[in-house]
């Protein structure tokens, strides 16, 4: 490799020592054009950060436009990853280190780099072109604007085309090699191997044996022009970060992304409930991840299909669960309200029937690439009638496993809709996920049946002469029948499968009499109903965990959220804790029906706050069942709640300071 | 444990324990009869058929049957007929919808039921009028027809069921009318013989909303001057006194009296051709009142082809194994993973 001097007064930045600065936490930005080859570089240096023993949680962002201009603002794609020694690992508020593959890059990434933090950039793009292209009247490199921050200008276009000379590549080839120098570097910088990539990429280019030798030649350069003179000299002068190992359980375990969670979890619940998964789905933009990720994986245990439009899909999972699979179905941000009409179909057929919605910032098409939390009352009141589902939500990519199986369970065990809600960051984010144990999974059960469930005249089995349509004077006293709607002691009705003999019935959106299932247009029977259907959702309350706390069980200041936020929020917590504070935190998993402790433990602090992506819909929500004030923090825009603005909030509330900056 | 349906099944079998409520000479009552004796004859045990079914008077369809029944919502009984024979292709999947509710909500997924062909057999009850919300216009209400939403008469090109399902590349598109039982009965007999997505129509008189709009193909006073029972192989025969024909020239079709043109010369019908050009210009033919160059309207079988049913590509191209089959562990190690052990550093687990 040439030897390229990378000269002191290249690096610049504030003073800093030598020893390695350890953290327990280090978030990192990398971003380029969606050309650079981001997100392999992204998810191959977390792969080996992993091997290394440490947790990881990476995000893609996505450029807003498909085919940007190179160099363009909006064709920047950025690429986040944490590398954590916690189990479950958080982004930062910001990033502490940001790599800048061209102007446009730093552009729109720099806001959110740490003061102090670390800034690589790739100093050979920073061209006339691209920095007009960026926006830049005057080079940042050379003037006053990056002095807030440590920088490395690393010459990484030409120094990797140098190392590639020898391969007779064409630029462009050779320039598509970049990424894995820069990858090179970075493991180099991060006390990463290069050898789980180089596995990696060898596996990949098995049957092109010179494609491999140029990337693992540019891994290799990019790897040793971190241990060059220039490059020690110059990480002397910046600093360099440690991070601390894992304390994790110890196992078997994957880096998995929240669609990729949700998508294991549903061939696991198709395994362990013994029903052929079916997967309807028509793809938006992110739900269509999972329909892609599914594709994949349904050999293993169901089918997919890509229906027509939303309304197909939810039919099509509703028309599968009526035949005894396990119909599942995903929309994203106004695709929920498209299924509502079926979803009420499987709430008075009931019927199982899962629903993954991926909330993102509306109304209507809205911003349908941000997260939002703005869907729970649309999941839980949106449709027409009383209709009451279950709903619950994923908090993290790797739970969305757990939340997936748990859907899965409660919609099969109950014969019941459930909604399962996601949103368009979780969706996309991936962490360490400790693959179980197949002993420790649940068994899903449904009341399946195969014979009749009760004999005319018994006990219980109601006369029909309320129905509308009257029954068949044929059936004789004493003879055995099928009552679809007879109900065992948890409120819930057998499911017949069509080709069971002798239980043939009829399902439909008309008000059910109770038991026969016939049409009804009695009032005291719709009103029995609605009572049934309600008091079956209320009571799956006793079948869940309840609600947990972190930090003390009563005090000053509970912080109560949902979804995505439960990172910011923990740590928030934490860090006030460890101020002294009296500051716990609790997360609902599931939104309905509430754990029966909740009225208890909101009960138990003096102050109630309920921080949500939304206008505060959570905080109605327990108002109203309740009756308990709570104090909301909302934010909307289209962005995970920052762990400082929580802080500042609980500051407040505790009358220690009067201003919040959100 | 219940009896189970004995075979053979006889008509009477079939009918559930529901009274029957559409308005007394409504034309559903004779579709019920003719799918019962259709049932019986199949040789299938009633728990593999279910019928599903939208909105309307003639969702009520599957509550009169003692098979597997759903009566879904509006528009949507294709979409979860599809679902259903994803999950059981075993089972014989019949659609019964209307006018209103199979071409209004329901129109994009019929047409998408129909280029898959999913199979199922989609009978689409056509009276023209949305009689179970008393009275409105529908998809297929002929203009000038007056009606509670247009009084003073429908001015909406109404859509002609056929031609929708040629067009969305239906392997099987029949036309049938209610009174005429036993060509409603031989269609609905090949309908549920057919492997794949069968679409038809039937003629049905709505004798409140819409009375005696298809009296001109159901009268049998008249009906044979205004109709052609097309039979695969046989030329283009009508007329009471079969005295007329049809004829192809150029692109068009046109009546021709048999007196003055050899039967050589008359159409012969292709229910099989690849190319369903004859099918779409059979579905186009119109009975016009009061002209006596009037085209015949045609009933019978428009095309009947072969195309694999959806579930078998299903089946070829991604069904999964049989779930209690499936080694959880294996699936799990399906991407890269790890191992971290206690307080040592972790192992490359790479494969
Ligand atoms: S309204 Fe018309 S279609 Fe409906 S039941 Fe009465 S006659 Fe039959």
Redesign the pocket.
Known sequence: MAERPLLREQTTGPQQTTSPEMRSSLTIRLAGDAGDSIQLMGQRLAHSAALQGHTIYTLPDFPSEIRAPVGSLPGVFGYLIVIDSDAAPIPGDGTDVLLAMNPAALKVHLAELMPGGLLLVDRDAFTIDNLLSAGYLSDPLNDASLADYRVCKVAITSTSREALEPFKLFRAEADRCKSLFALGLLCRLFDCSPQPTMGWLSAKFAKKPEVFQANQRAIEAGYRYGDSSEMVSAIALLGRYRIARARVVPGRYRQVSGHEAIALALITAATRSRRRLVYAAHPLPTAGELLHRLAELQRWAGCIFQAEDEAAAVGAAVGAAFGGCLGVTASSGNGLVRKSDAIGLAVITELPLVVVAVQHAGPSVGLSTKPEQSDLLLSLFGRNGECPTVVMAVSSPADGFTMTLEACRIALKYMTPVILLTDASLIHAAETWRIPEISTLPRLDAPLTTGPNSSVGEQGVSTPRSSSLTFSPTIAQGESVFLPYRRDQRLVRSWAVPGTPGLEHRLGGLEKEDETGHVSYDPRNHERMVGLRATKIARIADDLPPLEVNGPTQGDVLLVGWGGTIGPLRLAADRLRSRGFSVAHAHLRYLNPLPTNTPDVLRRYRTVLVAELNQGQLAWLLRGAFLIDCISFIKMQGKPLSIREIEQQVEQLLGLSTQVTG | MLASSSLPLLPKDLASDCEVR??P????FSILAQMKKVLSVLGLPRERMVFVSGLG?AGRFPYYLNTYGFQTIHGRAVAVATGLKLARPELLVWVITGDGDGLSAGGNHLLHAMRRNVDIKVILIN?EVL??SKGQSSPTSRVGTRTKSNPLGTFDTPLRPLSVALAAEATFVARTVDVDIDHLGETLLRAARHRGAAFVEIY?N????NPDVFAYASDKAVKFDNVVYVEHGKPMIFGKDRDRGVRLNGLTLEVVSRSQVASSELLLHDETLAEPILAHLLARMTYQPDDPTSMPEVMGVLRAVERPPHHDQVEAHQTGCDPSEVDLAAFYATGETWTYEENEPPGNQLP
């Open positions: 559409w308005c000479g409504c034309g559903d008077c009276n009689g179970r049905q709505c004798n409140v909303f």
